[in-house]
């Protein structure tokens, strides 16, 4: 399958599950994530909101949120055309839509946190391999807004969060692809080159 064909099959099949297996994989989600130092001694943490069929964040939200964690959300940049920026979220943030139909926190009244300053990131992705290359939906928004990730410094860990059903035997990488340090899932976490506690 070329990209366009494995991103519509894997929709498909997470948009499959029903209710009941998307509720346990989120619990086994946290479960994965919770086997990472990263992602209990981070304080700055990036998560996504579940859209479409992705697996569902909200869970391992309300346990950060519990923790006293500061959560941040990826906001389309107004400006930078194709990046991303990470708005601070709570309880009390006040959600727009963006272009794609997805919650966000308005920009107006906010601060960015730079992404460099946040200690986890967690990614959605549409299918990802051994290697832990990702493949993600096409936009590069991700790739381009963490560019600076591939050079020596302060960088972000970064974990892609996902439905083991999501695993593929191997995706072609591309130079601008930024390595992942782990893939949660449902069936557990898996560490890559990248990873060091």
Aim: glycine content about 6%.
């Amino acid at each position: 399958m070329n990209k366009t064909e494995l991103r519509r099959h894997m929709r498909r099949q997470r948009r499959a599950l029903n209710r009941r297996q998307r509720e346990q994989a989120a619990r086994h989600l946290l479960r994965a994530l919770r086997q990472s130092a990263h992602f209990q001694h981070s304080r700055h943490i990036a998560v996504y909101l579940t859209n479409d069929g992705e697996i569902d964040t909200s869970v391992f939200i309300r346990d950060l949120q519990r923790r006293g964690k500061t959560l941040y959300l990826p906001v389309l940049h107004p400006l930078r055309k194709g990046h991303l920026s990470f708005l601070p979220f709570n309880r009390q943030s006040r959600m727009v839509k963006n272009r794609f139909g997805i919650s966000e926190p308005d920009f107006a009244g906010h601060r960015a946190m730079p992404a460099r300053f946040i200690h986890l990131i967690c990614m959605p992705l549409v299918a990802f391999d051994k290697d832990g290359n990702r493949l993600g939906m096409g936009g590069g928004f991700y790739d381009r807004t963490l560019a600076f990730s591939r050079q020596p410094g302060n960088k972000p860990r970064l974990i892609g969060c996902a439905y083991e059903l999501q695993k593929t035997a191997a995706l072609p990488a591309e130079d601008w692809d930024i390595p992942l340090t782990a893939i949660a899932t449902d069936a557990g976490l898996h560490r890559f080159q990248a990873y060091a506690e």
